[in-house]
């Protein structure tokens, strides 16, 4: 799982130390494991946020792991032209490569850490897709797609495509150096990411080594959600333990607790989470398929101005 890696964390920033006795750690709300299914025109998918109230995911509304997938030559998959209305997809790739068009005339080609933000917002079309030579070769496919709820003053503002280059991820080091976080959006601490938002959030990838632990300093205002990409270790004050493709809600606090066992499988050398968090929106959600609005009336709007083209057009090849 590489991402973004470096030679020596040692040189990187460090993220705050925690202050104990003055920071309130938060605790486990709940643990769910994400079950299997299949997203566009196959590709494999873990749905992490199945059976989740959106009261605890606010403000998001959806998490796809996309993979982790070896692909034999002619198997890789995307998704056809679909629309969308009245959120933000997240794109964050891990391993492999994926190419995104929008009628908008975003897009571009991610890969080792990449992320594409596309803020659908009034409405768009878009195709996400692995490079033909992808499909030819075969290879490994890995990544997250996340759903960022927008507020209702924002619904229907102007479609944006934002390019984040793994480069341009902030990289941190735990205190003692055996973590590393990778800041994609949002603040930690003094920290900025790149990703520009509507909605205040914050995302982080981090990998711990075995046996070491991980405090992030977190806004109390935020919610905030840890996913396991791979490996086993434990999350919270209480320490609660996690493993691949489990969920874990916290309550509320000022900083996250992770940590990575100490023995490892040999496929998963360190513990990959991915850690979310948010201001909640507190507004009705009314999501069907590719829409997210606040009522259903406007669902029913939206799938009819689709319908009618107003969402876009395909671009000619």
Not at 70 to 86: C, D, I, L, N, V
Not at 145 to 168: E, H, T
Not at 265 to 275: E, G, H, W
């Amino acid at each position: 799982m590489p991402a973004v890696t470096v030679d020596d964390i040692l040189a990187l920033p460090r993220v705050a130390q925690i202050e104990p006795g003055r920071t309130a750690l938060r605790r486990v709300r709940s643990v769910s494991t994400a079950p299997s299914g299949f997203e566009g025109e196959g590709f494999p998918v873990r749905r992490a946020f199945a059976g989740v109230s959106l009261t605890d995911l606010d403000p998001f509304v959806h998490l796809d792991q996309m993979g982790e997938v070896e692909y034999a030559p002619g198997e890789p998959k995307g998704t056809p032209w679909h629309p969308h209305r009245g959120f933000e997809t997240v794109t964050y790739m891990i391993d492999g490569v994926f190419e995104h068009q929008d009628s908008n005339g975003g897009g571009g080609v991610i890969t080792n850490g990449d992320t594409q933000w596309m803020t659908a917002g009034a409405g768009i079309l878009h195709i996400e897709k692995p490079p033909e030579w992808l499909v030819v070769s075969g290879g490994l496919f890995h990544g997250l797609q996340l759903w960022v709820n927008l507020p209702s003053r924002d619904k229907m503002v102007a479609p944006r495509y934002q390019d984040i280059r793994g480069a341009s991820v902030s990289l941190l080091s735990s205190p003692d150096g055996g973590a590393l976080v990778r800041l994609i959006a949002g603040d930690l601490g003094e920290h900025r990411g790149p990703g520009a938002t509507h909605t205040p959030i914050s995302i982080v990838h981090a990998t711990v080594q075995p046996g070491a632990e991980l405090d992030l300093p977190w806004r109390s205002d935020f919610n905030a959600l840890v996913y396991v990409l791979s490996g086993s270790g434990y999350v919270g004050a209480e320490r609660r333990p996690v493993g691949m493709g489990q969920l874990a809600v916290l309550d509320a606090g000022d900083a996250i607790r992770v940590g990575a066992d100490r023995a490892q499988d040999s496929r998963t050398p360190a513990l990959d989470v991915y850690v979310m968090g948010g201001l909640p929106i507190r507004e009705p959600v009314a999501h069907y398929g590719p829409f997210v609005m606040n009522t259903r009336d406007q669902l029913v709007q939206a799938f009819e101005d689709y319908q009618a083209g107003r969402l876009g057009s395909i671009p000619a090849d």
